[in-house]
């Protein structure tokens, strides 16, 4: 069965799939978070996701050609919530010392105690609640969700979290969430963390605030990936990258391959 892909995601676990790039030909698509136009495949009977998010997914279109859709299992959706928490977290604390010192001179940089941090966690989801559960007793953990907070608490959370991690959907309502506006709240030396997605910080406003020096950010998402946009020049002290990584662990990689697996057999029986 012919398997058309825009992600690279599989690369290592795609032994015995049938690739192709003629969109014509394909039977199943094989996402990553980048969109797709189903209109470009007119034999496809199955779309499957690598990843939690479905904010590039056509679902109703889908539903309407009668093509099943498919999300990664509630087993791997676990691993994905924990593993993404887990990087989240190694992020954090990666730039809450990121100034601790220098082996050449042997000096030792002056910091506060990390308990006395504190970090704001803009969404409660699957991934935010994990960061909460796993972080509480690292930090000073502050909590916000539009489910459980006023729009007028956010600014004063802003103001005095040390760190901000976000980890709401990617949605219209969503886009440039963090914006001049709210990136002009952090205090100096503030750092933000993003492991959503890039689009919901807009990234105009986060270079004249990377280019002030005046707060640091740690990205693993991005607006274009691969991401060779005007905020790579400010890497890897002002804002540190990695190329979205955060839940790529075996056992998601496994799990997804055994789920496509699944989809490819229910289109094969049918």
Same mark, same amino acid.
């Given at each position: 069965?012919?398997?058309?892909?825009?992600?690279?995601?599989?690369?290592?676990?795609?032994?015995?799939?049938?690739?192709?790039?003629?969109?014509?030909?394909?039977?199943?698509?094989?996402?990553?978070?980048?969109?797709?136009?189903?209109?470009?495949?007119?034999?496809?009977?199955?779309?499957?996701?690598?990843?939690?998010?479905?904010?590039?997914?056509?679902?109703?279109?889908?539903?309407?050609?009668?093509?099943?859709?498919?999300?990664?299992?509630?087993?791997?959706?676990?691993?994905?919530?924990?593993?993404?928490?887990?990087?989240?977290?190694?992020?954090?604390?990666?730039?809450?010392?990121? !100034?601790?010192? =220098?082996?050449? &001179?042997?000096?030792?940089? *002056?910091?506060?105690? +990390?308990?006395?941090?504190?970090?704001? #966690? @803009?969404?409660?989801?699957?991934?935010?609640?994990?960061?909460?559960?796993?972080?509480?007793?690292?930090?000073?953990?502050?909590?916000?969700?539009?489910?459980?907070?006023?729009?007028?608490?956010?600014?004063?959370?802003?103001?005095?979290?040390?760190?901000?991690?976000?980890?709401?959907? !990617?949605?219209? =309502?969503?886009? &440039?969430?963090?914006?001049? *506006?709210?990136?002009? +709240?952090?205090?100096?030396?503030?750092? #933000? @963390?993003?492991?959503?997605?890039?689009?919901?910080?807009?990234?105009?406003?986060?270079?004249?605030?990377?280019?002030?020096?005046?707060?640091?950010?740690?990205?693993?998402?991005?607006?274009?990936?691969?991401?060779?946009?005007?905020?790579?020049?400010?890497?890897?002290?002002?804002?540190?990258?990695?190329?979205?990584?955060? &839940?790529?662990?075996?056992?998601?990689?496994?799990?997804?391959?055994?789920?496509?697996?699944? #989809? @490819?057999?229910?289109?094969?029986?049918?």
């Amino acid at each position: 069965m012919k398997i058309w892909t825009n992600t690279s995601t599989l690369d290592d676990f795609n032994s015995g799939l049938d690739f192709t790039e003629n969109k014509s030909e394909a039977y199943v698509a094989l996402l990553g978070s980048k969109p797709i136009s189903l209109s470009e495949f007119p034999n496809l009977k199955g779309l499957f996701r690598a990843g939690v998010g479905k904010d590039n997914v056509p679902e109703l279109e889908a539903q309407e050609r009668g093509i099943k859709v498919k999300y990664p299992s509630e087993e791997t959706q676990s691993i994905i919530f924990g593993e993404t928490a887990n990087f989240a977290i190694h992020l954090i604390l990666k730039m809450m010392y990121k !100034n601790i010192g =220098e082996i050449g &001179s042997w000096t030792k940089s *002056k910091r506060i105690e +990390l308990n006395q941090k504190k970090v704001l #966690l @803009i969404g409660q989801g699957n991934i935010g609640k994990l960061v909460k559960e796993k972080l509480t007793g690292f930090t000073q953990v502050i909590t916000y969700d539009v489910l459980s907070n006023s729009p007028e608490e956010l600014k004063g959370f802003l103001q005095e979290a040390d760190c901000i991690s976000i980890h709401i959907p !990617n949605s219209k =309502e969503n886009d &440039s969430f963090i914006d001049k *506006k709210k990136l002009a +709240l952090l205090k100096d030396g503030a750092v #933000l @963390i993003n492991t959503a997605r890039g689009q919901i910080v807009n990234e105009e406003d986060l270079l004249n605030e990377i280019k002030k020096k005046r707060i640091f950010a740690a990205f693993d998402v991005f607006w274009e990936e691969p991401y060779f946009g005007k905020l790579a020049d400010y890497h890897p002290d002002q804002f540190y990258m990695t190329p979205h990584v955060a &839940s790529t662990c075996q056992g998601f990689l496994e799990g997804c391959r055994k789920d496509l697996d699944l #989809l @490819i057999k229910e289109i094969h029986d049918e």
